[in-house]
């Protein structure tokens, strides 16, 4: 949201009692006293800080093995197994190190392989279709 359209209301913070601008009507503290409560806590409750950070990770795991099930149709098993029989690396370019897309076909939904953003990217700009990459790669071997 732009600075222009926030709007502050002078609050006093019941921590340390000063004015400061709020940019919430519910906040009970300026922004210095909640970083300081909180860097507290987590200071004296490291365990119960990690035990979130790590419910969050795990959400996370979840949420991705969610739409890559529902996305595709494949779990996430199947998915390190491709990325295993691949050896990490693009189908098409070889690149490895890289996080790689899955490629489907998008008329059967078939997942194809597993591919680097760059190639599935210049796959999807050409709506898959061979016969434009076939007369690119003879463009680009001067035999156009």
């Known amino acids: 949201m732009p600075a222009a359209l926030?709007?502050?209301?002078?609050?006093?913070?019941r921590t340390?009692?000063?004015?400061?601008?709020?940019t919430r009507q519910d906040a009970r503290e300026c922004r210095e006293c909640a970083k300081?409560?909180?860097?507290?806590?987590?200071?004296?409750?490291?365990?119960?800080?990690?035990?979130g950070y790590q419910r969050d990770n795990n959400k996370k795991e979840q949420r991705r093995a969610a739409l890559?099930?529902?996305?595709?149709g494949i779990t996430v098993a199947q998915y390190e197994q491709m990325l295993e029989d691949q050896?990490?690396?693009?189908?098409?370019?070889s690149t490895g190190g890289v996080t790689l897309d899955i490629d489907h076909d998008h008329a059967t939904g078939e997942v194809r392989g597993?591919?680097?953003?760059?190639?599935?990217?210049?796959?999807?700009?050409?709506?898959?279709?061979?016969d434009h990459l076939e007369a690119l790669a003879s463009y680009l071997r001067g035999t156009l």
């Open 6 to 13: 926030k709007q502050s209301i002078v609050q006093h913070c």
């Open 16 to 22: 340390c009692d000063q004015t400061a601008d709020f």
């Open 36 to 51: 300081t409560r909180v860097r507290a806590w987590r200071e004296a409750n490291p365990e119960k800080y990690r035990a």
């Open 68 to 72: 890559i099930e529902s996305r595709y």
């Open 87 to 93: 050896a990490g690396c693009c189908k098409v370019c």
């Open 114 to 130: 597993l591919l680097c953003r760059r190639c599935n990217l210049t796959l999807g700009l050409y709506n898959d279709n061979a």
